[in-house]
């Protein structure tokens, strides 16, 4: 279970930490797709994603403050599931170009994570 998580976490993180960017620096291509939040609200989600993914390895790998790791991965899955929340309301069409689909899917696997690093697995 542990190689999972792990596997899981470095997944999670190089996603978030992807999607944290775009959002935080390409917010011109995104606006034109997607106008429900203001350029401030997609930058604070970007800022939360590349925060979070970077909490999702950095406390785990060097042991020091391992509860933040669980703790990212359950504020990343509320984030992303609102998020998905949000999709929603533009289509409910489920293909792989909808981003609501890769949303939830990504939220359900950080909601694993936390619930797995914080009962399942613990890291102590």
Partial sequence: MNVLLWV???ALALLYLAGGS???FKFDELATHLRALPRGGWRALGLL???GAVL???PAAVKRMPVLTPLAAAALALETLA???LYARYSLKVAATNPMVWAVVMGLLAAFVAYGRYV???LV
Avoid: D, F, S, T
Wanted: charged letters at 15%; aromatic letters at 6%; zero cysteines.
């Fill in 8 to 10: 899981l976490q470095v």
């Fill in 22 to 24: 775009y959002k935080l």
């Fill in 49 to 51: 994603e590349m925060l």
């Fill in 56 to 58: 999702l390895i950095v």
């Fill in 83 to 85: 998020l998905a929340g």
């Fill in 120 to 122: 399942l697995r613990p």
